[in-house]
């Protein structure tokens, strides 16, 4: 069974550091890219990022240069960390394929900048 299971998240203060986590099973993790991906209220979920296999990453505008994303294939995990946080990076975050599995979304994880 696919499943993706997101953690990390939390409250931080602006210009703080957050490590997301996310945990595949039930894919071929080692030949799938991997993304991450944010849902803020109201708005639609967006691509964040995402690594091949072979560990080529791409970054939508706005996060690039703050977040890193990055794989263990021997693990079947894919972290974000995220830095440099502003209000605008509050969401819910979740991990998948790239392109994603629709059906196959996980809880996401919440991140909160305030403070």
């Known amino acids: 069974q696919v499943q993706f299971v997101e953690s990390g998240g939390g409250l931080v203060q602006p210009g703080g550091s957050l490590r997301l986590s996310c945990s595949a099973s039930?894919?071929?993790?080692?030949?799938?890219?991997m993304g991450w991906y944010r849902q803020a209220p109201g708005s639609a979920r967006i691509f964040i990022a995402t690594v091949t296999p072979g560990g080529d990453t791409d970054y939508a505008d706005s996060v690039r240069g703050r977040f890193t994303i990055s794989r263990d294939n021997a693990e079947n995990t894919v972290s974000l960390q995220m830095d440099n946080l502003t209000p605008d990076d509050a969401a819910v975050y979740y991990c998948?394929?790239?392109?994603?599995?629709?059906?196959?979304w996980g809880q996401g994880t919440q991140v909160t900048v305030s403070g």
């Open positions: 998948n394929q790239s392109p994603p599995y629709a059906a196959y």
């Open positions: 039930g894919i071929a993790f080692n030949i799938r890219t």
